[in-house]
C-alpha cells in the first residue's frame, strides 16, 4: 500500500506521531494510500521552516519568483491527464470535470506567474511640495491554507500560487478526504525549484490539524475555503490573535427562470448546475425559481431531463453524475430528503442512495412545491438535490433568491434586458450569471460572495494578489526641511 508523508522543510517526512488515514475512492471504497497525519510537532516545524524561509523568499525578486510558477504550470500542463484520472479515483467527479480542475491550477499558476511583473502599487502627488508618495505591496509572512475536497487541485492551487508570488511562505493543509491531489501539486512545486521551506505540507484532521494551523502563533494569515461552521469558529478563533482571515463558505445559490427564458437553454443551465460535480460545488444550483406560467412545462422536462443521468464511476466516460465524497455526507444528503418530505415538499425524482458500485451514491432528485422557508431551500445539501420553487413576478423571485443567508452565485434565464440589470442590482450575491449556469467562474475574475458566504475578501483575479498582501504606505520627503501635512499649508 502506498504510503504519503508530510512536506517539512524541503523533505517527505513520516508523521511524528507513526499514525496514518486511509484515503478512499468514493465509487468503489478502494484504498488509495495511506497519508501520514501529522502531530502537534509536526505542525510546529512546518511554521517553523516557513518562518524559516520567509526573509529569503520574500526577498527574492517577484519575477524570479514566477519562474518558478511558471515552471510548475507547465509541469501540471503535461501531467493533465495523469493528474484528472487521479483526481477522479480519490474524489470521484467524472473525467471531465477532474480535467477542467487541473485546468484551473494550471490558469492560476500561469496567471499569478504573470502578477511576478505586476504586483502593482499606486502613486498620487503629495500635498506638500518636494515629497513623493506611493504605496507598495508587501507580503503577509507565514499563511496558513486549509482547504476542501470538492475542487482537490483548484482550491489549493488558487490560494497556493498568488500567496507565493506575494512572497510569503506557507503551510497547507488539504481536506483528509482528498489529500493525494495536493500532495501531486506540492511535488511539482517543489520539482519546479521552490526553495525548502517555503511550502510546508501538512495532513490530518480539521480538528487537530487545522487547529492546531489556526493557533499558531508564527502563522500571520489563514485563507480557508469550507464550511459555514468551520469558517465561523476560524474567524472567532483568529482574531484572538489579529490574524487576517480570508473566508470562502457555502452557497445555496438560486437560478430564476422567466416566462421569457429560452426554455432549453434554461434547461441545460439547470441540469449542469445543479447536478454536475453530484451538486457537490459551493456553487452548485440548489434552487430553481420558476415564473409560475411556465413551471408545469418546465418541470415536466426537467424530471424528463434529469431522469436520464447516469450514475456510476467518474472514470466512465458515459458516466453524468459520480458518487459523493464519503459516508456522512451520503447520511446528510438522505436526511435531507426526509426533511424535505417532512415539510410537505413533494419528491418527484430521485431520493434514494443508489449502488452502481460499492461507493456512495445518491440519485439526482427534486422536490417540487417548495417554499421559501422549509429547510430544503434555505441550507446547504452539498449533494445532487434541487428545489423548485415557484414565483409571480421578478420582483417576488429576487426576494425569494434572497431570502437566505448565503450570497455566493445566482443566475438569470431571461431574453429582457431590463430583468437581467434588474437581478444584477438587486440579487445578492457576489456572482450573478445571466442566460447561463451558477457555475463557470474564470480565474482572472475575483470570486466570493456576500453573507453568510464569506468575511468579504473574494478570491482569484486581481484580489487574489489582495488577499496575500499586506499593503504599505510610503512618504518620500526630499524638501531638506520640517514639513507637516494638514498645517503648512498654504
Ligand atoms: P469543512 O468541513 O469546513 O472542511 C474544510 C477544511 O477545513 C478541511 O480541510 C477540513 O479538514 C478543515 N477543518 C475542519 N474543521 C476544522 C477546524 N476546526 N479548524 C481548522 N480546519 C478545519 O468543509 P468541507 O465539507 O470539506 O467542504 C464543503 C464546504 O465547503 C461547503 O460548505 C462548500 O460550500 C464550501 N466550499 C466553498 C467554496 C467557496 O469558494 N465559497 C468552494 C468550495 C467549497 P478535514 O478534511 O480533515 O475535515
Same mark, same amino acid.
Given at each position: 500500500m502506498r504510503e504519503y508523508k508530510l512536506f517539512i522543510n524541503g523533505e517527505w517526512v513520516e508523521s511524528g506521531m507513526s499514525e496514518t488515514f486511509d484515503?478512499?475512492?468514493?465509487?468503489?471504497? =478502494?484504498?488509495? %494510500?495511506?497519508?501520514?497525519? *501529522?502531530? $502537534?510537532?509536526?505542525?510546529? /516545524? +512546518?511554521?517553523?521552516?516557513?518562518?524559516?524561509?520567509?526573509?529569503?523568499?520574500?526577498?527574492t525578486p517577484a519575477p524570479r519568483r514566477a519562474k518558478i510558477l511558471f515552471r510548475a504550470a507547465r509541469?501540471?500542463?503535461?501531467?493533465?491527464?495523469?493528474?484528472?484520472?487521479?483526481?477522479?479515483?480519490?474524489?470521484?467527479?467524472?473525467?471531465? =470535470?477532474?480535467? %477542467?480542475?487541473?485546468?484551473? *491550477?494550471? $490558469?492560476?499558476?500561469?496567471? /499569478? +506567474?504573470?502578477?511576478?511583473?505586476?504586483?502593482?502599487?499606486?502613486?498620487?502627488?503629495?500635498?506638500?511640495?518636494?515629497?513623493?508618495?506611493?504605496?507598495?505591496?508587501?507580503?503577509?509572512?507565514?499563511?496558513?491554507?486549509i482547504t476542501p475536497w470538492n475542487f482537490p487541485m483548484a482550491i489549493p492551487a488558487w490560494k497556493t500560487m498568488p500567496a507565493l508570488i506575494s512572497g510569503n511562505t506557507l503551510v497547507l493543509k488539504p481536506a483528509s478526504d482528498t489529500p493525494v491531489m495536493v500532495i501531486e501539486l506540492v511535488k511539482i512545486l517543489a520539482e519546479a525549484g521552490l526553495p525548502k521551506g517555503v511550502l510546508n505540507l501538512v495532513m490530518g484532521e480539521g480538528s487537530t490539524v487545522g487547529s492546531a494551523i489556526v493557533h499558531n502563533k508564527k502563522i500571520r494569515a489563514i485563507s480557508f475555503t469550507g464550511s459555514l461552521a468551520?469558517?465561523?469558529?476560524?474567524?472567532?478563533?483568529?482574531?484572538?490573535?489579529?490574524?487576517?482571515?480570508?473566508?470562502?463558505?457555502?452557497?445555496?445559490?438560486?437560478?430564476?427562470?422567466?416566462?421569457?427564458?429560452?426554455?432549453?437553454?434554461?434547461?441545460?443551465?439547470?441540469?449542469?448546475?445543479?447536478?454536475?460535480?453530484?451538486?457537490?460545488?459551493?456553487?452548485?444550483?440548489?434552487?430553481?425559481?420558476?415564473?409560475?406560467?411556465?413551471?408545469?412545462?418546465?418541470?415536466?422536462?426537467?424530471?424528463?431531463?434529469?431522469?436520464?443521468?447516469?450514475?456510476?464511476?467518474?472514470?466512465?466516460?458515459?458516466?453524468?453524475?459520480?458518487?459523493?465524497?464519503?459516508?456522512?455526507?451520503?447520511?446528510?444528503?438522505?436526511?435531507?430528503?426526509?426533511?424535505?418530505?417532512?415539510?410537505?415538499?413533494?419528491?418527484?425524482?430521485?431520493?434514494?442512495?443508489?449502488?452502481?458500485?460499492?461507493?456512495?451514491f445518491f440519485e439526482p432528485t427534486i422536490f417540487t412545491e417548495v417554499t421559501p422557508e422549509m429547510r430544503i431551500a434555505r441550507e446547504e445539501i452539498f449533494g445532487p438535490v434541487l428545489s423548485l420553487l415557484s414565483a409571480g413576478s421578478l420582483d417576488e423571485a429576487i426576494q425569494i433568491a434572497n431570502s437566505v443567508e448565503y450570497g455566493l452565485s445566482s443566475s438569470i434565464y431571461t431574453e429582457n434586458?431590463?430583468?437581467?440589470?434588474?437581478?444584477?442590482?438587486?440579487?445578492?450575491?457576489?456572482?450573478?450569471?445571466?442566460?447561463?449556469?451558477?457555475?463557470?467562474?474564470?480565474?482572472?475574475?475575483?470570486?466570493?460572495?456576500?453573507?453568510?458566504?464569506?468575511?468579504?475578501?473574494?478570491?482569484a483575479g486581481t484580489t487574489a494578489i489582495e488577499e496575500f498582501t499586506e499593503i504599505k504606505t510610503v512618504y518620500i520627503d526630499y524638501s531638506g526641511k520640517l514639513q507637516r501635512a494638514q498645517i503648512d499649508i498654504e
Open positions: 484515503d478512499l475512492n468514493p465509487a468503489t471504497l =478502494e484504498i488509495i %494510500g495511506k497519508i501520514h497525519k *501529522a502531530s $502537534d510537532e509536526d505542525i510546529k /516545524a +512546518a511554521a517553523d521552516s516557513a518562518q524559516d524561509a520567509f526573509d529569503s523568499w520574500s526577498g509541469m501540471l500542463e503535461e501531467r493533465k491527464e495523469e493528474l484528472a484520472r487521479l483526481m477522479t479515483v480519490e474524489m470521484g467527479k467524472v473525467l471531465e =470535470e477532474s480535467r %477542467g480542475d487541473v485546468q484551473e *491550477a494550471i $490558469d492560476i499558476a500561469y496567471y /499569478a +506567474a504573470g502578477e511576478g511583473r505586476r504586483l502593482l502599487g499606486e502613486t498620487t502627488p503629495s500635498e506638500l511640495p518636494d515629497k513623493f508618495a506611493m504605496t507598495v505591496r508587501r507580503p503577509i509572512g507565514v499563511v496558513g491554507l468551520t469558517g465561523k469558529w476560524i474567524l472567532g478563533e483568529a482574531a484572538k490573535d489579529m490574524k487576517k482571515v480570508s473566508l470562502e463558505l457555502g452557497g445555496k445559490n438560486p437560478i430564476i427562470v422567466m416566462d421569457d427564458a429560452d426554455l432549453n437553454l434554461a434547461l441545460d443551465g439547470v441540469l449542469w448546475g445543479a447536478f454536475g460535480t453530484t451538486g457537490q460545488r459551493c456553487t452548485a444550483a440548489s434552487r430553481v425559481i420558476v415564473h409560475e406560467k411556465i413551471m408545469p412545462l418546465f418541470q415536466e422536462k426537467l424530471i424528463e431531463r434529469t431522469r436520464k443521468l447516469r450514475l456510476g464511476s467518474g472514470l466512465d466516460e458515459n458516466t453524468d453524475v459520480g458518487p459523493v465524497i464519503n459516508s456522512s455526507q451520503l447520511e446528510k444528503i438522505a436526511k435531507y430528503v426526509e426533511i424535505g418530505k417532512d415539510e410537505c415538499a413533494d419528491l418527484v425524482l430521485g431520493g434514494n442512495t443508489a449502488k452502481p458500485l460499492p461507493g456512495y434586458i431590463k430583468n437581467a440589470f434588474k437581478a444584477i442590482e438587486k440579487i445578492e450575491a457576489g456572482i450573478t450569471y445571466i442566460n447561463a449556469s451558477t457555475i463557470g467562474a474564470e480565474i482572472h475574475l475575483p470570486f466570493g460572495g456576500v453573507k453568510s458566504t464569506g468575511n468579504g475578501t473574494r478570491e
